[in-house]
């Protein structure tokens, strides 16, 4: 992290702390982090800034032991894959966990964390992290943020969200390997 | 216009714990009877990767949550502290970013030790009652220092809460007033550039807090005419279990009136964090139509009470973000050496 310079840090701020992401109004397709183009519409891309609700469920994980140089603090630390609710991937740390909840499959939501700091005297940087969602957690945000839906709030049902097994998880995962072997277009989701 | 009230209220509490009996094993005391003297028994801290602003941004979040008013109508971003994490950067800054708040805000950070979320609240209502903004967002929250088997260890948290002060029929409750009581009082500073805050022992009890307490709180029943015992709640500030529980003594206040705000006994002190989260725990049992005392305290020393009253809009928004005791049970314990890498008072690249 401290080798990120501040303009660079700044322009990151906005994807990074409301987990806002590109949505191509064109195929549907939704991505994380936001990119220029369309991967699948191209010259026909119509995409516009998208902010995920912060829900997802953990697609792997591994425990770190044996940090980089910036991250000893905090080893050992999970790390995860973890499934936007809305499709994308997107590698971060799982936190306020004590390692043996965690499973594929498991439901996460976003937190805002510190993800690092340029030396004492530097800036700090924050970010989005995930934790695995408690019942108690009951709302978020979802929404565009320049589209024509503006930010909604939303409830959000837990028991649906606990209801999907390891083994659908497994299932899904097989089912993008058959689809992206076959070269068959994802329906509506995309893997950002 | 008439009352300015609160739209909304959000609170968040780290998970992790440190029992005063790990604490006092560390420094050769005896941890029992301290835990019994400070009415304590463990004390949040913050994770690694949390601070005060990180704290801010998860209350502020859960207010918006409760209020899910638009955050375009937010017209000023004030949060109060003694652990800001920047000495000239506003912690604002970040949680307008992080709330989707519109760049035409009034920004500032402030600081009054353990008052000044309240501090801040005041500023916001000041703001909202001449018009000059729509809703404000007040923040109080802390990832309280302590010096090294320093009597403040046993008690320094971590925690915040955070209000979005407005006007008009959605609001959760009433303030019905506020009254503040300042003095200079030198019980407990931190000079710049320092990390650890010094204190003036006993010194910080009678002259300092309890004079203050009872001051604003005396100044704000003589101003709106009240009495205490037409409150149904009371919240004061915490800096331990025994403070509170005097302050309520001494103004005829029984001891089961502020109990819902007496979380400081599984959580310790949350410094500018401890009236703010004592005010929402309270929100998440009222009922419409109780009304609630608060007077916070910040050494240096000011109070600042406030008399609120509860409105039926609270019943359905408190259920749309957790609750202060769903933070307070959700944790894990850690020991001092944990601790001491989580306080990084333990230095690692």
């Not at chain 2, 805050?197 to 910080?204: A, K, L, M, V, Y």
């Not at chain 2, 004061?236 to 509170?244: A, Q, R, T």
Request: net charge positive; hydrophobic share 35%; charged share 25%.
């Amino acid at each position: 992290m401290s080798d990120q310079s501040v303009p660079m840090l700044w322009r990151r701020i906005r994807h990074r702390y409301n987990l806002v992401g590109r949505h191509c109004r064109t195929c549907d397709s939704k991505y994380f982090p936001p990119i220029p183009l369309c991967r699948k519409c191209r010259r026909k891309s119509d995409l516009v800034d998208f902010q995920f609700s912060g829900l997802g469920k953990i697609y792997s994980y591994t425990i770190v032991r044996d940090p980089p140089k910036g991250f000893k603090a905090l080893a050992p630390y999970a790390i995860a894959m973890v499934r936007l609710d809305e499709g994308p991937l997107v590698l971060s740390q799982i936190v306020d966990t004590d390692f043996e909840e965690l499973k594929i499959g498991l439901s996460v939501h976003v937190v805002f964390r510190r993800i690092g700091d340029a030396g004492r005297t530097g800036v700090l940087h924050y970010s989005y992290k995930f934790k695995p969602l408690r019942k108690y957690v009951t709302g978020y945000v979802i929404g565009t943020v320049d589209g024509e839906e503006g930010v909604q709030h939303i409830q959000v049902p837990v028991e649906e969200r606990e209801r999907t097994s390891v083994r659908r998880t497994i299932e899904e995962a097989g089912e993008a390997v058959r689809r992206r072997k076959s070269k068959e277009p994802a329906d509506e989701k995309s893997d950002g | 216009m008439k009352h300015v009230g609160i739209l909304g209220f959000g609170g968040y509490v780290p998970k992790y714990r440190i029992s005063v009996e790990e604490i006092a094993r560390v420094w050769g005391k005896d941890g029992k009877a301290i835990s019994r003297g400070l009415n304590l028994e463990e004390k949040s801290v913050p994770g690694l990767d949390e601070d005060t602003t990180t704290i801010s941004v998860e209350a502020a979040r859960n207010a918006l949550k409760c209020a899910q008013i638009d955050p375009e109508r937010i017209g000023a971003i004030f949060v109060g502290s003694e652990s800001h994490v920047y000495a000239t950067k506003p912690t604002g800054t970040v949680v307008a970013e992080a709330i989707n708040a519109p760049n035409s805000i009034q920004c500032a950070d402030f600081s009054f030790a353990c008052k000044a979320g309240t501090a801040a609240i005041q500023v916001c209502i000041g703001l909202v009652k001449s018009k000059e903004i729509d809703v404000g967002l007040a923040i109080g929250a802390d990832t309280a220092q302590s010096k090294p088997g320093d009597a403040l260890e046993y008690a320094a948290a971590a925690g915040g809460a955070a209000f979005l002060l407005g006007t008009g029929k959605d609001c959760i409750a009433k303030i019905e007033g506020t009254y503040s009581y300042t003095s200079d009082t030198p019980d407990f500073w931190r000079r710049e550039g320092t990390d650890f805050p010094e204190h003036g022992s006993r010194f910080t009890g009678k002259p300092a807090y309890f004079r203050h307490v009872h001051q604003a709180a005396l100044g704000l029943l003589e101003k709106l005419k009240t009495k205490a015992d037409e409150y149904d709640w009371a919240v004061f500030h915490s800096p331990n279990g025994k403070f509170p529980r005097r302050a309520a003594k001494a103004l005829g206040i029984p001891e089961e009136k502020i109990k819902p705000s007496l979380i400081v006994d599984r959580i310790g002190n949350t410094y500018a964090g401890s009236s703010p989260l004592g005010l929402a725990a309270t929100f998440d049992i009222a009922k419409p139509g109780d009304r609630i005392l608060m007077v916070s305290y910040g050494s240096g020393a000011g109070s600042d009470a406030f008399s609120i009253e509860v409105l039926p809009p609270l019943l359905e928004t408190r259920e749309r973000m957790p609750k202060i005791e769903d933070y307070i049970q959700d944790k894990i314990s850690i020991d001092y050496a944990t601790y001491a890498k989580h306080r990084r008072t333990i230095k690692v690249e």
